[in-house]
């Protein structure tokens, strides 16, 4: 066996390499394995299973199923464990861990002997911290995922997590549901093993590592629960197995066309806004960079064609039936850049030649009968985000698109908590309501932008309000809300300036987000701006110095593509 495959790879330096295979084979031997698998290639599979994620309930059977497709191909399958970032079960928020398991996953990939490897996610933060971790590392790879939840039931309606457990809790807030049945639902909102069943980040994500060409075609929105979702996973086996013998690298996969056709499918499904800043960290790893410029055009000539929750009716299990990717994709053809390739060496432009034999189009619509003739998201700017923020106007109230409002500022997350229901806060439903410090370094940007709505509001019918801030928002969410301001008020952004009572213009029409106070006053408030205490020690205090802001994807400065490390300023 070479040096360059299968057990041989990367063998560790003893100064001696004759010694050194012949110690590895010695140890492999210990977890018997036979000297004939012994000279087969590796195919390695990150596995990511954790009592601490849900979504990832079924990774012991997928991980079988991968091993099956990678055994029957010829190759010996290796599974090793990464960490696995639930998304509701750390704190401060999943997003600190992203970096940390896309360093952890490039490291492993690349330190252990392996020819290829199949990457095994689901959860919001698990498929960028891959695809990120996949496209540093440069090895053959391949990733996939969980696969979404089936719906629950109560009281003959469906139901799915988290669109439908934040409409319910909004009505329990307003007093519309009684505790009794709040609690009813809690145990049918998330009923199968998966992840979110709507659109969220986590379906938005799968889909775009299958578009990206990172994933089997057909294979994003498979359901959890679904036999195919395991005949997928054993496919997938036996295509990294076709990756040794024909490498394909995430380098030739990971492209800006290949980047751009995922912006038009986020648009065309209206996915989560999360999606923004994973995509700019996954292109950040290649040396692409993602502009507002850029992101704004492929909206605005992308229709929406998707309708599932959080901004239409259906489910990810409908959107599966219905023709998945496939039928997007076949839809948009037109926008589309069709000499991509995916990690079977497939141009898109022969993936589209196929036919499909039924559409569904309740669910997703003809190019020519759109939900919406413009994508979901857009960027905005102004003087109070000069290096732009996010705005999901697919799932905004329509009628606050063109407003200007009194601002009523919320100082950080505690203060949020401790005053939102304070029946004396002095708030109208044309205000805006702004929360600052909840960026990257300040809070780790957690999915704190759906800002509730104060019981005083809701109890007065109030069902949406303009909110603005520098945090995230949850894929399944909806209103009408301002995201990502950057830069963030913790390192002295212009949010940092707006006080309670200021006005503040929102423009769909002109993307633009404004703080109507002139430069100057502006100047004068951030001048003594003083940065948040941070973290000390640790990976914490690691990622408190290094993260970037939004528009780079939150990723860490020293991660980037050299390219892109190149054209920062010194």
Not at 546 to 557: K, S, W
Request: with cysteine.
């Amino acid at each position: 066996m070479s040096d360059g495959t299968g057990l041989g790879k990367g063998l560790t330096n003893y100064g001696d390499k004759d010694f050194a295979i012949y110690l590895r084979r010695s140890f492999a031997r210990s977890m018997g394995l036979s000297r004939e698998m012994l000279e087969k290639p590796i195919v390695g599979i990150a596995m990511t299973p954790s009592g601490f994620n849900n979504c990832h309930r079924t990774m012991p059977e997928l991980v079988e199923a991968v091993s099956r497709g990678v055994l029957a191909a010829g190759a010996l399958p290796r599974a090793f464990p990464t960490i696995s970032t639930g998304e509701v079960f750390l704190n401060p928020t999943s997003m600190v861990y992203r970096n940390l398991m896309s360093m952890d996953t490039e490291e492993m990939v690349r330190a252990q002997p392996m020819d290829a490897v199949v990457l095994i996610g689901g959860c919001d933060k698990t498929v960028p911290a891959q695809l990120m971790g996949a496209a540093s590392a440069d090895v053959p790879a391949i990733q996939l995922v969980t696969g979404p939840m089936s719906t629950g039931r109560h009281k003959g309606e469906r139901l799915g997590a988290c669109t439908d457990c934040r409409r319910f809790w909004g009505k329990f807030r307003a007093g519309e549901v009684e505790s009794e049945e709040i609690n009813q639902i809690e145990g049918r909102l998330a009923a199968t093993a998966g992840t979110c069943a709507v659109m969220g980040t986590a379906s938005t994500m799968a889909i775009i590592a299958e578009v990206l060409g990172m994933s089997l075609p057909g294979s994003a929105a498979i359901p959890a629960v679904n036999a195919d979702r395991l005949v997928a996973a054993e496919a997938t086996g036996t295509a990294a197995v076709g990756l040794i013998a024909k490498p394909i690298l995430p380098s030739q996969v990971i492209t800006r066309k290949s980047v751009e056709n995922a912006l038009r499918v986020l648009m065309a499904v209206s996915g989560s806004t999360n999606a923004v800043v994973h995509l700019a960290a996954i292109a950040g790893r290649r040396g692409i960079r993602i502009s507002d410029a850029l992101l704004n055009r492929i909206s605005d000539e992308t229709p929406v064609l998707v309708d599932l929750k959080p901004v239409g009716q259906g489910y990810m299990e409908d959107f599966h039936a219905a023709g998945g990717v496939g039928a997007v994709l076949r839809e948009i053809k037109p926008l589309l850049h069709l000499d991509t390739i995916d990690v079977c060496g497939v141009t898109l432009e022969e993936r589209l030649a196929e036919p499909l034999d039924w559409v569904d189009r309740r669910v997703i619509r003809d190019a020519a009968d759109p939900v919406s003739p413009q994508g979901g998201l857009i960027a905005l700017t102004g003087n109070i985000a000069p290096d732009g923020a996010i705005f999901k106007r697919a799932a905004a109230t329509p009628e606050l698109f063109e407003i200007e409002g009194r601002a009523v500022v919320f100082e950080d997350l505690e203060d949020l908590a401790s005053r939102v229901d304070d029946p004396d806060l002095d708030i109208r439903a044309d205000d805006v309501m702004v929360l600052r410090k909840a960026g990257p370094i300040a809070a780790g940007m957690p999915e704190a932008g759906y800002l509730p709505i104060p019981k005083k509001l809701a109890r007065q019918g109030v069902k949406d309000i303009v909110r603005i801030s520098d945090a995230r928002m949850s894929g399944t969410a909806f209103g009408t809300i301002v995201l990502h301001i950057s830069p963030e008020a913790a390192v002295g952004g212009p949010l940092a300036a707006v006080q309670n009572g200021d006005r503040v213009r929102l423009s769909v029409k002109e993307k633009r987000i404004e703080l109507l106070v002139d430069d100057a006053e502006i100047a004068r408030r951030i001048k003594d701006h003083k940065p948040p205490e941070t973290p000390k020690r640790g990976y914490r205090a690691l990622y408190a110095e290094r993260v970037l802001q939004a528009p780079e994807g939150c990723d860490f400065d020293f991660l980037l593509h050299e390219d892109l490390q190149a054209s920062k300023p010194k």
